[in-house]
């Protein structure tokens, strides 16, 4: 079975520090990882994915993620945090095939907040 | 280019009114998801379209719950006698079904449901 944990609800970080959003994850096999942040009023976007190609991935917006299989973490960072980066961020597994067919659920963690003071 | 749309954006509802819930995938995508939102939690996974065949409703919470897509596009998610337990955002999302992008899946704004 799949899970995702994210470790903290809530990050705050003032404007130009860097920015580390944490998650763990359980799989049975080679998972699929992505980060989505979901700004108010708006859709989930999708930061970043990683599907068993580079161990440290690039997403937008300057943010990036390695997946360290020993720990089985994939935490989300940013060497500098702007305004516009407050929102909600979601660590997101992909194992479960559906049905027969090759589409994969989406399994979410509970979110992390993360609040940019001026 | 147009993305996933849903309608209404908002629904409030009294307990035990059948609601309706519409999805405009983006045109050309095969798969389509529905997610249930809690307040202060991430989405979960109600059912899974691909095409106009329901291949997955394992996530449906109960039998008042009811899916449909019935052209291969868009999609309606419809609750019975709603509860105040079934109050949150109910998120569609729609991906391609090939090789390379049977990952990412595309999400609409929500439908935020309130039961009073």
């Known amino acids: 079975a799949q899970s995702v944990t994210q470790l903290d609800s809530h990050v705050s970080v003032s404007e130009g520090t860097p920015v580390l959003l ?15 942040v979901q700004h108010p009023n708006k859709g989930l976007q999708l ?3 990683y599907t068993s190609a580079a ?4 997403g937008i917006n300057g943010f990036e993620a390695e997946f360290k299989k020993s720990e089985t973490s994939f935490h989300l960072t940013k060497p500098s945090a702007h ?3 407050a929102a909600e961020y979601f660590c997101v597994v992909s194992e479960r095939r559906i049905s027969s067919g090759s589409a994969r659920q989406l399994t979410f963690g509970s979110g992390t907040q993360l609040t940019v003071l001026p | 280019g147009a993305g996933v749309s849903q309608s209404p954006r908002y629904k409030v509802a009294k307990r035990g009114q059948d609601v309706a819930l519409r999805c405009d995938p983006i045109s050309g995508h095969v798969s389509l998801f529905w997610y249930q939102q809690a307040l202060g ?6 059912t899974y379209f691909q095409n106009e065949a329901q291949l ?9 719950f009811f899916a449909e897509r019935p052209e291969g596009s868009v999609s309606t998610l419809k609750i019975q006698r709603t509860q105040q337990e079934d109050s949150a955002v109910y998120l569609c999302a729609s991906s391609l079904l090939d090789r390379i992008s049977t990952y990412e899946q595309y999400f609409g704004p929500g439908t935020r449901l309130t039961v009073t």
């Open chain 1, 47 to 49: 930061l970043l994915k």
């Open chain 1, 55 to 58: 161990t440290l991935v690039k």
């Open chain 2, 56 to 64: 997955d409703k394992s996530g449906l919470p109960s039998d008042r």
């Open chain 1, 83 to 85: 305004m516009s980066d």
């Open chain 2, 41 to 46: 939690q991430g989405p979960e996974f109600l």
């Open chain 1, 22 to 36: 944490r998650c763990n994850y359980s799989s049975s096999y080679s998972p699929s990882l992505f980060w989505y």
